[in-house]
């Protein structure tokens, strides 16, 4: 196929993408071009348009030093780009890849990757949030997170770790991402216990990205052995390469390797491929992008590093119990009468936290008139809730309606042991369906407690990563999320269980898991049941780093009134990969502008107009 006939009118078709599994031969470059050729020429046989390779693809990954590096970095444009060029035009694709470069001007050199096209270069992205060794010999990414414009649709890149911080993806899709283009040297430490030596899986969190953000996904990995005999350190690529669509559902999954013993730099491309339809660009994802709230956020543009004032200097042992069960709408004894009887069954003298349903009490209103009466029964379910709060000694979140003025909300208040108000949070961000009645509030809050800090949210609001953010850079050991969930967000987790220390749950609500993670704060979650709503309850505990097997999710079912017990440690040990503390020193505050600008300002237009990454207006 030759590049004239790919026109742009194939943005109204649907089109091949290719995730290539490819294994370079370490220490190499020119040597590992005629591999991705090869590779190159069967996805483009098969139909592929847009073609990836893996982070560092040209080289291998694990460098220790400037200096051990220096012979295979390459400038781009460079000979690099200079060989895949000609293949592209001749192919008609789209093709990314990995590379180490170096900037002639400075001489620094970057983990970064390259979008190439029918018609040559288009553009190339530097890794902003750089992991372990690569930190050793690249500078941090300074070309924020841009995106380019194709007859594919608009492609931004990623590049493995990026994923665990949620805003690359997030500042993309504002920018007007279609596909994001995610690449990933990505695997575990040759130990085989992951409490001693786990390593971030990147690839197995791509799907947060595509449903929280309306991007379909091309994600690809290694699947070999690499091993840098110097540093006495290897690390087992696994491969499980994936496409997601916008709404978080699989479109292709590869294998978890388990090429144990393979020879470093050996291993076939194992190439996945799935259909892109530009017709779902626009969606219900996207949609939600309009209805963030920027005024809000203002504080994910703190530097926190390195010296934090606001976190917690004392590990607590939690007991919690999230509290599931059927409502009957707007019937408070008989609800009182349920709740009571899980709770004489579950509580114990050891549980310190108590979590209940959105709406508590009462269930959700469903109209104006009936959230005006829920909020007339406020004080009655205030004195309730108190008097449990006394009676287990425990802290204890709840939610009701209330109303001040001629203005109505929803109220999560999180008591002391003493029943005494120490918390109060007013729903930011109401669903679609709330609008005709509720107000959202207008501040996001930790509160201090003697078990840690402890941030509120409400179960919908997992599909705004920036409010679980302010949670996070104000140093939240616990959210407490009261949720009324029926499956109106949210897809069960498409992680293949191959990348798991320890399996999880069926049931695990992927925006759940997704909050805990990129906050670094544990997620106590309490969901109804049943009802003509037809609630999903999976109520429970979403962790910090469930991949490597640290408290991985502990969920109720579905459809049970019962209250899960929870057991976990506040703040991760030093021992572990990732914590609070690693992600709120790896931020890029001076790249996250874009997150706090108002969508109507002229500022946030000035941004989406620049084909820069950055707008005179705020650099």
């Known amino acids: 196929m030759s590049a004239s006939d790919l026109s742009p009118a194939i943005a109204s078709q649907s089109y091949k993408v290719a995730a290539v599994e490819f294994n370079p031969t370490f220490k190499q470059r020119e040597q590992n071009f005629p591999g991705m050729e090869a590779a190159i020429r069967e996805a483009a046989g098969a139909g592929a348009r847009l073609i990836l390779f893996p982070e560092m693809g040209t080289t291998g990954y694990l460098y220790g030093s400037r200096a051990e590096i220096a012979p295979f970095v390459d400038t781009i444009p460079g000979k690099t780009t200079a060989f895949f060029e000609p293949l592209a035009k001749e192919l008609g694709v789209y093709i990314v890849s990995g590379m180490p470069e170096v900037d002639d001007d400075t001489g620094l050199y970057y983990n970064a990757a390259f ?92 799907q947060q990205q595509a449903i929280m953000n309306g991007l379909f996904v091309v994600a690809t990995n290694r699947t070999n052995i690499e091993k840098n005999d110097a540093l006495g350190i290897g690390v087992h690529y696994l491969g499980g390469a994936s496409v997601w669509d916008p709404n978080g559902h699989n479109l292709a999954q590869a294998p978890v390797s388990t090429q144990k013993g393979v020879a470093p730099g050996s291993g076939q491309p194992r190439i996945i491929y799935a259909d892109v339809d530009p017709a779902h660009f626009e969606n219900g994802s996207k949609a939600l992008l309009s209805t963030r709230r920027p005024d809000l956020y203002r504080e994910i543009l703190l530097n926190m590093s390195p010296r934090p004032i606001l976190g917690s200097k004392e590990s607590h042992r939690i007991s919690a119990l999230a509290v599931q069960y059927e409502p009957k709408i707007g019937d408070l004894a008989a609800n009182r009468l349920k709740i009571a009887g899980i709770l004489e069954d579950s509580a114990t003298t050891l549980t310190n936290l108590i979590v209940m349903p959105e709406n508590s009490l009462t269930g959700l209103p469903t109209s104006t008139e009936q959230a005006r009466q829920f909020a007339g029964l406020k004080d009655g379910i205030d004195a309730y809730f108190t008097s449990l709060a006394k009676n287990y000694a425990s802290y204890l979140v709840y939610s009701v309606t209330e109303q001040t003025g001629d203005s109505l909300y929803t109220l999560a208040q999180l008591l002391d042991p003493h029943g005494v108000v120490v918390g109060r949070y007013r729903k930011t961000h109401p669903d679609a369906t709330e609008a005709e009645w509720l107000t959202g509030g207008d501040s996001l809050s930790v509160f201090n407690t003697q078990i840690g800090r402890i941030g509120l949210l409400f179960g919908g609001e997992a599909k705004y990563p920036e409010a679980a953010d302010v949670l996070s850079v104000n140093r939240a050991d616990v959210i407490a999320m009261p949720a009324a969930w029926n499956g109106q967000f949210g897809v069960a987790d498409g992680l293949d269980k191959g990348f798991l220390a320890v399996p999880y749950p069926k049931n695990t609500n992927v925006m759940w898991y997704s909050t805990a993670k990129t906050a670094q704060a544990y997620l106590v979650v309490a969901n109804f049941i049943g009802s003509d709503q037809s609630y999903k309850g999976s109520s429970g505990l979403y962790s910090l780093d469930p991949t490597n097997g640290y408290y991985p999710p502990q969920l109720a079912a579905e459809h049970s009134d019962t209250a899960i017990t929870l057991n976990f440690q506040t703040i991760a040990p030093t021992t572990w990969w990732t914590s609070q503390q690693y992600i709120i020193d790896g931020r890029r505050p001076s790249i996250y502008v874009p997150l706090i600008l108002d969508h109507k300002g002229d500022c946030f237009s000035q941004w989406l107009a620049s084909e820069d990454f950055f707008a005179d207006c705020w650099r």
């Not at 750089?130 to 941090?140: I, Y």
């Not at 994923?163 to 695997?187: H, P, T, W």
């Open 115 to 206: 979008l190439i096209g029918p018609d040559g270069l288009i553009g190339k992205y530097r890794k902003n949030n750089l992991f372990l060794l690569e930190s050793a010999w690249a500078a941090q990414g300074n070309l924020g997170v841009p995106v380019f414009d194709t007859p594919l649709g608009k492609i931004a890149i990623m590049i493995c770790y990026d994923d665990y911080f949620y805003q690359s993806a997030r500042l993309a899709a504002l920018k007007g991402a279609n596909v994001l283009a995610f690449i990933a040297s990505s695997g575990r430490m040759l130990n085989p216990d992951p409490q001693e030596a786990g390593v971030h899986i990147s690839i197995s969190d791509v």
